[in-house]
């Protein structure tokens, strides 16, 4: 179990993770805004936010870990 957690930490940097969360985020929330917008759906709601982010972070970490690993010279 450690040696797979090692395998996975070494694999991505923060670097890596922040730019890969940030645009899923970015294109979530495009998405999601375009369809909420014609239903009224406020964009305040704290559902929205918890829902887009939790979203966004799921799928980045499922990018990373399905990205094949940086090979090191």
Known sequence: MRNFIRKIIRKFTWKDFLLTFGLITLLFFLFDFFIYSD???ELSHISFWVFLLSRSL???????LLTPAKKTE
């Open 39 to 41: 239903k009224n759906y």
């Open 58 to 64: 799921i799928s980045a970490i499922l990018m990373i």
